[in-house]
Every structure is written in C-alpha cells, then in structure tokens.
C-alpha cells in the first residue's frame, strides 16, 4: 500500500481491542479532534464507553472486519495477540501501525527472542522447546535455573514455570501443555526496568525516562520515574529501544520490559520483552509527562509530529488491583492522587481495574 497520508482533524481511528490501553487510546484521541472505532468481541469492553463507534465482532469475522477497516483511516491495535489473519486483512485494507511484522515478531518469545539476538541485543540464553527431547537439550544448553515460557498467549507470568534444581524434565515439559515454548536462563536481576518509546511515521524517535517497575506475583504493583539507574545505563536501555523501533520499521508507542543486573563490569540490561502497544509502565506519563504515551501514539499513528516526553516531576503510578479499586472514594479524597477507573466489572482478584498517579514536583 502507498504511504498514506496524514490525518487531519475529525480522522478516524481503528482500534483492534476493547480494555483499558483501547480506552486510554480513545480518551486521549478525542482532545485532539480525531475519532476512534473499537472493534472487540465482548460487548462489555471498558474501551466501548469511550470510542465514537464500535463493532462487536470475532476477530475471525471477516465481513465485520472489512466493514470497521473501511469505516476508518488507520488501524492500530491494544493487544499483541490479534490473530496473524485478522491483521492481514485488515492491513490489506487500511494501514495498520504498528505494522504486521511488528506483531508477529512480538506475539511469538521465540521469534522475539531470536529477533533480539539478531540485532546484537542482550536476551538471556534461550532455546526453543516442544517436546521432552528438546527440553534436554535446552536444559544442556541454558542450564538451571531456568524458566520455561509457552511461546504464545503468555501475561503476567501465566504459562510459566520455574525450571530449579530437581524439576524433572517430564514434570516441566507436562507443566506447558503441550503448547509449543522456550527455555531462558534465570536472570538474577536486581530491578526491571522498562522504556517506553515511540517512532513517527517520519522514522521520528522520542523515549521517555526509563521507568522502574514493582511487581506481585508477577502483575505490576506500581511504576517509579525516574528509575534508579545510572545514566548511562538508562542511555543504553533507550539506544536498545531505538535499535528494536528501526529494526521493525516500527510506528507508534512501544515498551522494551529489561532486566537490570549488577555484574562485574558494573549494571546493564537484558532485554526481557518487547510490547508492540501503549504499556501498563507508560500509565504514569498521563499526569508526569509532558504528553502521555496515548497521545503519543495517537500523534505516531497519524502520522503527526511525536510530542515531548519531559517528566514533570517524581512520579508513581499504582495499579488498583481486584478489590483494591473499592478505594476510590479516599483516593479521591487525596490532595494530588490523580485517580483512573477502567468501568469494568467484576473486580476479580488480580484483575486491573483502574489505577493512581502521584507527581511530586
Ligand atoms: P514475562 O511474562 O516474560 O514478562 O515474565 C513475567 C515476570 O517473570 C517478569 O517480569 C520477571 O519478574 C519474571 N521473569 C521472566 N523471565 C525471567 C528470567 N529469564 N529470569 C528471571 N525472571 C524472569
């Protein structure tokens, strides 16, 4: 498809997803004149309440897909598991940003990880694993300890396990199902940072300050900006990002999730995973930067100029967590708390129902 051209005010966006990154895309859209289309098959999206229009569809549904694509200027998506086949039919229609080899680098560890090692990158040691026979050669080859990782439909630390010292390899491998996964060496890490970017349509790059993130059992507890981290290291976290962004001939907002290690030459970072979408990490920048990651996006999607990603303050963006978002009125009531509610249902546990920002200047 030729390179499109720019939005103008009143543009439309699609967006493949309905949770809470396709309502923060939305909202932030809508100040800048542009409309948005969600497309998700769970007609209680979070995202719905927001959006000028929705489709609620399967994403296998083709007829539905052709309507939304045709319906709307540009494409983008919330979520990195949209089927292979529905970004292709879409992108036969409209472009989509980020593009369709961005998505399937990044929705696959195996081919993410490969992509990262091809690129010179820093990943923990890895090998593909689909059966017993290679869960020992992977174990010969990374070692233990080590985690094991379906190489798909993976979050929050689902589909993963622990590989230590007497897990037996029949007993690790049964763990995964059966579904296809990588074995990755246990990164002793002392903290996980993030970085969340973007690339304009122009090849424009603009990072924002590395963030430190918190996690419980495996779901992000709460981000901090800036990141305890020496300058040179945050340098080398944004250089890395950079390098991805190019690679992919990337277009919007991404976050690179890094591991921080100490070694014997002092701290570095290992790449840990890609996101191809606005990120959990980059919530904070809605109040503590001088343009949130949804903007951001928005501004790289629609082929406009990137925004400035200065941070306005010391920043912590917590997420309410199940039955934590029952503390919206005292949260209210705190001088500051910038406090955001996903309108979802159920606050089953873990689930992210909203979050808080503090900026402390
Ligand atoms: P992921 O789904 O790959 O982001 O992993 C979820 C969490 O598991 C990470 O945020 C880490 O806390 C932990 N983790 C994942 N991979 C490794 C690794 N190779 N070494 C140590 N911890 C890991």
Redesign the pocket.
């Known amino acids: 498809m030729a390179s499109p051209l720019p939005l103008v005010p009143g543009g439309r966006i699609g967006i493949l997803g309905g949770g809470q990154l396709g309502r923060m895309i939305a909202l932030a859209a809508a100040p800048l004149g542009l409309k948005t289309h969600v497309f998700a098959p769970d007609p209680n999206s979070p995202a719905f309440d927001v959006a000028s229009e929705r489709t609620v569809a399967a994403y296998e549904d083709e007829a539905a897909l052709t309507l939304f694509a045709d319906a709307v200027d540009v494409v983008t998506y919330e979520f990195e598991n949209v089927p292979a086949e529905t970004a292709r039919l879409v992108a036969a229609h409209k472009p989509l940003f980020p593009n369709e080899r961005a998505l399937a680098t990044t929705q696959d560890r195996l081919s993410e990880k490969t992509f990262l090692r091809d690129l010179g990158l820093p990943t ?1 040691a890895f090998a593909p694993v689909d059966d017993r026979g290679s869960m020992a050669a992977a174990l010969g080859a990374v070692g233990r300890p080590a ?1 094991l ?1 379906t190489r798909r439909f ?4 689902k589909g ?1 396990v622990l590989v230590r010292e007497g897990l037996g390899i029949d007993q690790a491998v049964a763990m995964m199902g059966g579904q296809p996964a990588i074995l ?4 002793p ?1 002392r903290a ?1 940072v993030s970085v969340i970017a973007a690339r304009s349509r122009s090849g424009e790059f603009a990072a924002y300050d590395v963030v430190e993130n918190r ?1 419980e059992n ?1 779901i992000l507890r709460s981000s901090h900006v800036p990141a305890a981290i020496k300058p040179e290291t945050a340098a080398s976290a944004v250089a890395i990002a950079k390098k991805i962004a190019e690679a992919l001939d990337y277009v919007g907002v991404l976050g690179v ?1 890094l ?1 921080l290690v100490d070694g014997p030459a002092g701290e570095r970072v290992v790449v ?2 890609i996101a191809p979408r606005v990120h959990n990490s980059g919530h904070w920048t809605i109040e503590g930067a001088e343009t949130s990651q949804f903007e951001q996006h928005v501004r790289a999607i629609a082929g406009w100029p990137l925004g400035s990603t200065r941070t306005r303050g010391q920043v912590v963006m917590t997420n309410l967590l199940g039955a934590e978002a029952n503390q919206w009125r005292d949260l209210l009531a705190e001088p500051g708390a910038a406090v955001h509610l996903y309108g979802k249902g159920a606050p089953e546990p873990g689930r992210k129902m909203g979050h808080v920002t503090r900026v402390r200047n």
Do not use: I, L, R, S
């Open positions: 923990p985690v990782k993976g979050y929050d630390g993963q990755e060496a246990f990164v890490f996980e996690h495996h999730e591991f840990n995973e």
